[in-house]
């Protein structure tokens, strides 16, 4: 089975900047749309933003149009998340799944009804916060 490994979380100041990570160790990635998920504290995990596979298709969920962009480097095995502008409410575990496609409804309904080739991993902690 696929598995995912997330990183690249830290303690972030309000307007800053962090990239996230998300690699198969032992696999590929490459052919499988990836989505990020969120959950912060006492609620539940969210779609933040998913990529397709091949010609990018992609969706953003609104906490992060215009801040948030996904991205990823086949040649690396790696998609990535990049927060520009994060702020408290971005305090999360940011989470990465390959879902079974990356559709407007794949962040925007709860994660626990988004069909995944993958288990959850750790997930990496993001702190926003002066």
């Known amino acids: 089975q696929l598995q995912l490994v997330e990183s690249g979380g830290g303690l972030v100041q309000p307007g800053g900047s962090l990239r996230l990570s998300c690699a198969a160790p032992?696999?590929?990635?490459?052919?499988?749309?990836i989505a990020w998920f969120r959950q912060a504290p006492g609620k539940e995990r969210e779609g933040v933003s998913c990529?397709?596979?091949?010609?990018?298709?992609?969706h953003y969920a609104d906490s992060g149009k215009g801040r948030f962009t996904i991205s990823r480097d086949n040649t690396q095995n790696t998609v990535y998340l990049q927060k520009n502008n994060v702020k408290p409410e971005d305090t999360a575990v940011y989470y990465c799944?390959?879902?079974?496609?990356?559709?407007?409804?794949?962040?925007?309904?709860?994660?626990?009804?988004?069909?995944?080739?993958?288990?959850w991993g750790q997930g990496t902690q993001v702190t926003v916060s002066s």
């Open positions: 799944a390959a879902p079974y496609g990356c559709w407007s409804s794949t962040v925007s309904r709860p994660a626990g009804e988004i069909d995944r080739y993958n288990d």
């Open positions: 032992g696999g590929t990635l490459n052919s499988y749309a």
């Open positions: 990529i397709s596979s091949g010609f990018p298709t992609i």
